[in-house]
């Protein structure tokens, strides 16, 4: 369907303590109340909630800590949506505030793709510049940000956690619910009770080592309620971009065979880590935070029993 491109915004929600929780929870009173049509502007913190700052180093890492996670923005209430609609978010504009990281944690914490390959933890703090981010080596990562977290209260009650995504959304990581973009999330409690958090400039579909780039962010999105959708789970609408440079270009593969596909999973990633590793000469830490910011995974194949396929996409595109 076409698309609004012009807006003004009705409403902003900074992020201070007020605007703020980290739990998806139906009895907390919505900080706002908006009418279908309208436009609010969020300031998301990062994932952390703060914990992490431009100065910060990997020696930090282990006490960063987790609990809670993804200080949300939110909730936002919307006149008219009811248990059965479908609340209608079309993400309008993604703005960082020039800073980034991607971190990996100690292994014995048992967390991302690889925690038993990765016995010390690894950072990477990004200087985010306009439509780029810069890594070590003159590598440079195109940006295209986006909510990890978005979604809306569950009818179930009591606090529940924000890791694990939910039939009503949440922590999501799907990089393509971009500007844009439009994300459908089906409706569970009066009002909807919509929140958002966890923004990354940028992200390989996987998130390997357990962060993209996260970042602080400023959320712009229009709500709308439809009464005549029926959906299960969150859908959205998308033009991509579907490589980092939004059009096609060289990439380089690896490939995971195995007959489970989290094994399949690892395979095809420790072979890109290899392959970083090798030819472009970064270490292996900085091989797996690169592959959580930008390479790609795709399940190619999952009809030739015994085995599956995974495999891992490397744009060349981000080397000097």
């Known amino acids: 369907m076409p698309r609004r491109r012009d807006y003004a915004i009705d409403h902003r929600l900074s992020d201070d303590d007020e605007n703020i929780h ?17 436009v609010v ?13 431009v100065q910060t180093t990997a020696e930090d890492v282990p006490d960063i800590s987790f609990d809670p996670v993804h200080p949300l923005t939110g909730p936002v209430a919307v006149e008219g949506a009811q248990p059965g609609d479908v609340l209608e978010v079309e993400l309008l504009d993604l703005q960082h505030k020039g800073w980034g990281y991607t971190a990996f944690w100690p292994g014995e914490m048992d967390l991302g793709l690889l925690p038993e390959d990765f016995e010390d ?8 510049e306009g439509d780029v981010g810069h890594f070590v080596d003159g590598i440079e990562v195109p940006l295209d940000p986006f909510p990890g977290v978005i979604g809306v209260a569950p009818d179930e009650a009591g606090e529940h956690d924000t890791l694990p995504p939910r039939s009503v959304g949440g922590n999501m990581d799907v990089k393509h619910m971009t500007a844009g973009s439009t994300v459908y999330l089906p409706v569970e409690v009066e009002d909807a009770l919509f929140s958002v958090g966890d923004c990354h400039a940028a992200q390989g579909d996987g998130e390997v080592c357990v962060t993209g780039v996260e970042a602080p962010m400023f959320v712009t999105a229009r709500f709308d309620v439809r009464s005549g959708m ?3 789970q969150p859908q ?17 593969g690896t490939t995971g065979i195995s007959d489970d596909l989290m094994e399949a999973t690892k ?11 090798e030819e472009r000469g970064l270490s292996r ?6 592959c959580s910011a930008a390479v790609d995974l795709k399940i190619s194949e999952v009809v030739d029993a015994p085995n599956w396929t995974v495999s891992a996409y490397l744009p060349e595109s981000i080397f000097p």
Request: proline share 8%.
């Open 121 to 128: 933890p690894g950072l990477h703090v990004w200087d985010l």
């Open 230 to 232: 029926d959906i299960e």
């Open 285 to 290: 830490g900085e091989a797996y935070l690169l």
């Open 267 to 277: 395979k095809a990633v420790r072979q890109m880590i290899d392959h970083l590793h």
């Open 41 to 53: 502007r969020f300031e998301c913190r990062d994932a952390v909630d703060r914990q992490v700052g």
């Open 22 to 38: 980290s739990a998806w929870d139906n009895s907390l009173d919505p900080v706002l109340t908006v009418e279908p049509g309208e």
């Open 236 to 252: 959205f609408e998308t033009r991509g971009p579907f490589t980092p440079t939004g059009r096609d270009e060289p990439m380089y």
